[in-house]
């Protein structure tokens, strides 16, 4: 196995936790999954529509997002927004992800001064 075969197996793991983060942030303004799909895309969080649109449906379930049916165009479409207890996970997930941040910035400053 090469090094980019492991990393690759890393990189979706470190990537799966960051999509529910950013998808909360995302739709404090509603919007439709498709929407969000490019969104995300566009800030550099690659994610596939088989993986989105079930993790929609689960925030949903867990009260985190809220969504209603665009019966207004000739295709209904369902949009979402973010839920006042998904924008407090939200922020709470997001200020875990900081401290998660700088604490790793903080080991690798430390191991390569050690490494010197």
């Not at 979706?12 to 950013?22: C, D, K, N």
């Not at 969104?39 to 969504?67: C, F, H, W």
């Not at 407090?88 to 401290?99: I, K, N």
Request: net charge negative; hydrophobic share 40%.
């Amino acid at each position: 196995m090469s090094d980019l075969d492991v990393y690759a197996g890393h990189d979706q793991e470190v990537r799966r936790g960051s999509v529910v983060v950013a998808s909360l942030l995302m739709l404090r303004v509603p919007g439709y999954g498709y929407g969000l799909l490019e969104a995300l895309a566009a800030a550099g969080i690659a994610v596939d529509a088989g993986t989105l649109y079930p993790l929609l449906r689960r925030l949903e379930k867990q009260g985190l997002l809220v969504s209603e049916w665009n019966t207004d165009e000739a295709r209904p479409r369902k949009f979402y927004r973010t839920s006042e207890a998904g924008a407090e996970v939200a922020q709470r997930l997001l200020d875990e992800w900081s401290g998660l941040a700088r604490t790793l910035q903080a080991i690798a400053s430390t191991s390569e001064e050690g490494a010197s």
